[in-house]
């Protein structure tokens, strides 16, 4: 199974400032054929299911605010909130697709200094 | 506004077995790969299981195999889990999840849309 390592497991950002969520995989993500990173992040906050954000490493859900972003490949990934706010204190996930059992990372908790 | 309505959750003994069921709407069920996804309390999301559009094929997660299935009725746009020989580490908030369009009908992907969830306690 692929192994997904997120670190930091919690930050705390000051309002407008960026926050950075990193992500690991244990096995390339990355499907050679289409040049594709199997890789997604969502954003979960208290007593709600998750919500998409990023799939395919940095292609953004409809709906989605731009001061989220993904970016990385292979087995590297981040996430960034560029300008965080209030509404984004959550715990965020990255997710693998590159290979069934679909495989989470441990979970990073986003809070305000 | 793609919905997705769990239910069937409660509290079994170890060893019982218990049906979720989740009923969508506003989406055409038939065409997208559909998935379970459960969170033990205060833990991470864990992926349990997925059946092709047409359920012609599933897939599940180790832990589950030989004991949870994964079914699908497309003229009741309702997706349904079995679990039988239930475990205290099956103790978990399930998640009925879309996959997305294309390939997601036919692969494992990522998930598109959640349900709110059905809490299902394994405790004696």
């Known amino acids: 199974d692929i192994v997904m390592t997120q670190f930091p497991d919690s930050l705390a950002v000051s309002l407008g400032e960026r926050a950075t969520i990193n992500c690991k995989s244990s096995?390339?993500?990355?499907?050679?054929?289409?040049?594709?990173?199997?890789l997604a992040w969502y954003q979960q906050k208290p007593g709600q299911p998750p919500k998409l954000l990023i799939y395919w490493a940095s292609t953004r859900e409809s709906g989605v605010p731009d001061r989220f972003s993904g970016s990385g490949s292979g087995t590297d990934f981040t996430l960034t909130i560029s300008r965080l706010q209030a509404e984004d204190v959550a715990v965020y996930y990255c997710?693998?697709?590159?290979?069934?059992?679909?495989?989470f990372g441990g979970g990073t908790k986003v809070e305000i200094k | 506004q793609v919905q997705l309505v769990e239910s069937g959750g409660g509290v079994v003994q170890p060893g019982g077995s218990l049906r979720l069921s989740c009923a969508v709407s506003d989406f055409t069920f038939s065409s997208f790969g559909m998935h379970w996804v459960r969170q033990a309390p205060g833990k991470g999301l864990e992926w349990v299981a997925f059946?092709?559009?047409?359920?012609?094929?599933?897939y599940y997660v180790d832990s589950v195999k030989g004991r949870f299935s994964i079914s699908r009725d497309n003229s009741k746009n309702t997706l349904f889990l079995q679990m039988s020989s239930l475990r205290t580490e099956d103790t978990a908030v399930y998640y009925c999840?879309?996959?997305?369009?294309?390939?997601?009908?036919?692969?494992?992907?990522?998930?598109?849309?959640w349900g709110q969830g059905a809490l299902v306690t394994v405790s004696s």
């Open positions: 999840a879309k996959g997305p369009p294309g390939a997601g009908s036919y692969h494992p992907y990522y998930f598109d849309s």
């Open positions: 096995q390339n993500v990355l499907y050679s054929s289409n040049s594709k990173n199997y």
């Open positions: 059946i092709r559009y047409d359920g012609s094929d599933k």
């Open positions: 997710q693998q697709y590159y290979i069934p059992p679909l495989t």
